[in-house]
């Protein structure tokens, strides 16, 4: 029976998340559903690298399904997008060996974060991007990422709800830059906690505007106390931009 690997785009807008929810309109429901169209009424279980949150946006999560149908993987590109609602597209397909797996194989994620840096509202951008209106100190920013790169507990950039218990994550690169009236943050690790990408980007904002002093991220870090930490920014701005396995 073929594996398929895909890599899926979504606007997070109307979705209560990526996971199924009793009730509620989700991606993997939406994936499932059609695959279910697709393989004449026999449900298809879909795995994906994680989970995204409600309004969280997608450019590369990465899906993969088992089926009986013996299609060329162009076509189930074109068939799934076909079917699949407009606020969902597959970017690419593949067969894969039966071995391989979205999340346990993933080696490494790369998320973004963008802000509209405006005192005022654009309703065009307002379920893609964070409006941010105060000035921000990117040399403090800067000096305040350095600290928190490598491998750390990072049990106070996570949200209270987090369910596993090691916390231990890798860092590899923070960095952000303008673009179109945007501030892009881009974190790549090789993985990430239950909130931790928003937080951190709640913290480093704090740091920006001056109500944090950039030192303090490695207090934060020992301190493994979540209400030491920023807020956690809204879900809007996020994007699961690539998801990296050992052959990238």
């Excluded at 397909?93 to 509209?116: C, M, N, P, T, W």
Aim: charged share 25%; aromatic share 10%; proline share 3%.
């Amino acid at each position: 029976m073929p594996r398929l690997k895909c890599i899926v785009s979504y606007d997070g807008t109307q979705f209560s998340g990526y996971q199924v929810q009793p009730g509620k309109r989700t991606v993997q429901g939406e994936i499932e559903k059609t695959l279910t169209k697709l393989n004449k009424g026999e449900h298809i279980r879909v795995s994906a690298s994680g989970r995204t949150d409600a309004g969280v946006h997608a450019r590369g999560q990465v899906i993969h399904f088992d089926t009986s149908l013996e299609i060329e993987p162009a076509r189930w590109q074109i068939a799934l997008n076909s079917l699949l609602p407009a606020d969902i597209a597959v970017s690419s397909a593949e067969i894969v060996q039966q071995e391989f797996h979205a999340r346990f194989d993933a080696s490494g994620k790369e998320y973004r974060y963008f802000l509209l840096l405006s005192k005022h509202r654009d309703p065009f951008q307002r379920n893609y991007a964070y409006q941010y209106p105060l000035e921000l100190n990117y040399d403090a920013m800067r000096e305040a990422s350095k600290q928190l790169l490598g491998t750390h507990d990072f049990t106070s950039f996570c949200s209270a709800k987090t369910e596993v218990e090691d916390r231990v994550r890798t860092l590899k690169e923070i960095d952000f830059y303008e673009e179109n009236g945007m501030l892009v943050f881009r974190f790549v690790g090789n993985g990430f906690l239950y909130n931790m990408v928003r937080i951190l980007v709640g913290t480093l904002l704090e740091v920006g505007n001056g109500r944090r002093a950039a030192g303090t991220m490695q207090g934060l870090l020992e301190s493994k106390d979540r209400t030491l930490a920023g807020k956690t920014a809204p879900g809007h701005g996020l994007y699961l931009w690539k998801v990296f396995y050992d052959e990238d």
